[in-house]
């Protein structure tokens, strides 16, 4: 399995690449102006569902019984899709999936896709992998379109370029739209309706020359072959129904069983993400019906990690995830660091479960990701789908510790011996020594009561990490011992 996912960049530990962020005082103004005014919109939306509870707990039962019956659920799926006239390919790893979709795209003699938004393609470097091909990829989301113009790397689930003002998103469309097609209008503006004038007009051409579109899905019904998108702007919809050819690449873990289970996630997930009571734009499509939306329809079933992930059973819950985002909107540490310091397409709370579990823990960046967290369960309780981010990060830190899947060899996940812990495993072990004997423990804290004018307020070397930031706890002037041998004579009082 790759330390990174294919199409992005070699990143530092979570540490070093947040220490950078937080000295970006735009960046900071920019995430806290945008997940303060999501959150509280969403927080309203909720508010309005006297059984949010309870649609909370379907979600998460469905999505459990699903992933206990994933085989059989995909294997009906793709009888489902099948039928109705689609093809179904299945991918192991990134790379499959990118040879399948540039194949598909250089059988139909095209050499430009339009696409839309989709954190699977983002995964497995879609866009990077075509371009090697000689096969162009245009986003049309807007907020992707901002990423892709810029050069950039997305840094939300639901809101790609958070981490850009209007200005900073005026100067890019100003400066790179002619590169890619239609110019922006002379005399741009960065009022949001001459901004989203510009990406309309620009996207048009796409729109109506396109043969070829490629998507994601955020639901697959399993007894229809049904896939959804959800949106909020239409480009989506223009994008499944225009071109001659769909192909849709989808994680395994997106599949849900039946109508009435997709009917809890269309009302959780709007008021979870944008905070409308219903989005603007869900797209539904079945195989290739007759005269109505593309001729050829490609399914991608996408593993890349899920599988090894499933065989976990606290980790698991991650592949709950219905890409809500809500859990990056509420995260403190989301809030001052961004979604470029995670290092993957999965930022915030829920990448720090997902990747790690999807990409091993090979690398320096998916060891810390666990540890970038303050534990202080705000994303478990918005998480629409109920799943406890701060057990699964804790869980991980253990692995981290103990050594666990960080790397596929062949067709095994092969176990790699912990790194980078053995300060931490050196000072378990001598605790555990003092604890079992009382007279050593005793005498230790005589002599740190007796030298603690000599203490000094951080700890040196490795130690630097934790204490960079917080001062040592003062050791007191008597031992706890001492003190109840001198007042109480070591014996509790009865009255």
């Not at 990701?369 to 057990?391: F, K, N, R, T």
């Amino acid at each position: 399995m790759s330390a990174t996912f294919v199409g992005m960049p070699a990143f530092p530990a979570f540490p070093e690449a947040a220490r950078e962020a937080v000295r970006d005082a735009t960046l900071r103004g920019n995430l806290r102006h945008a997940t303060h005014t999501i959150r509280s919109k969403r927080a309203r939306a909720v508010g309005e569902l006297s059984d949010w509870a309870e649609l909370r707990e379907a979600g998460r039962r469905i999505k459990d019984h699903t992933l206990r019956h994933l085989d059989r659920y995909l294997v009906r799926l793709e009888e489902s899709v099948t039928a109705a006239g689609g093809t179904v390919h299945w991918a192991a790893d990134a790379e499959e999936a990118n040879r399948i979709v540039a194949g598909l795209v250089r059988a139909t003699g095209e050499s430009e896709v339009v696409k839309v938004k989709s954190m699977a393609t983002q995964e497995i470097g879609l866009n990077e992998a075509l371009e090697a091909e000689g096969i162009r990829a245009y986003e049309t989301d807007l907020a992707e379109l901002i990423v892709q113009l810029g050069k950039d790397r997305p840094s939300h689930i639901l809101v790609p370029a958070i981490h850009r003002n209007r200005g900073e998103i005026r100067d890019i469309f100003a400066t790179e739209m002619g590169e890619w097609g239609r110019p922006a209008p002379e005399g741009l503006t960065d009022t949001p309706a001459e901004l989203a004038e510009a990406a309309r007009l620009h996207l048009r051409e796409k729109f109506l020359r396109a043969k070829v579109g490629v998507s994601g899905a955020n639901f697959m019904v399993a007894e229809t072959g049904t896939l959804v998108v959800v949106e909020s702007e239409g480009n989506g919809r223009m994008c499944l129904t225009l071109p001659e050819t769909l192909i849709s690449v989808v994680g395994i873990e997106k599949v849900v069983p039946t109508w009435r289970d997709l009917e809890v996630f269309l009302q959780t997930l709007p008021r979870s993400s944008t905070a409308e009571r219903m989005n603007p734009y869900t797209s539904m499509w079945t195989g290739t019906p007759d005269g109505d939306g593309p001729d050829t329809f490609h399914l991608v079933l996408l593993d890349n990690g899920r599988t090894d992930t499933l065989a976990d059973t606290v980790g698991r819950q991650a592949l709950r995830c219905i890409r809500c985002s809500a859990c990056l909107n509420v995260c403190p540490v989301y809030e001052r660091a961004g979604g470029h310091a995670y290092g993957s397409v999965y930022p915030g709370p829920i990448g720090a479960i997902l990747s790690p579990q999807l990409r091993g823990t090979a690398s320096e960046i998916d060891a810390s990701l666990p540890y970038a967290s303050s534990l202080c369960g705000a994303c478990y309780d918005v998480c629409p789908v109920a799943i406890d981010i701060p057990e699964v990060l804790v869980h991980l830190r253990e692995r981290v510790v103990e050594g666990g899947p960080a790397v596929r060899e062949g067709n095994r996940v092969v176990l790699k011996p912990a790194r980078g812990h053995a300060a931490e495993r050196a000072a378990m072990r001598a605790a555990r020594w003092a604890f079992a004997h009382p007279g050593a423990l005793r005498t230790g804290q005589r002599l740190a009561s007796r030298t603690r004018r000599l203490h000094p307020r951080t700890l040196p070397g490795p130690g630097r990490a934790w204490s960079g930031s917080r001062d040592l706890p003062a050791v007191p002037a008597e031992p706890f011992r001492d003190w109840w041998q001198r007042t109480r004579g070591g014996k509790d009082e009865v009255k």
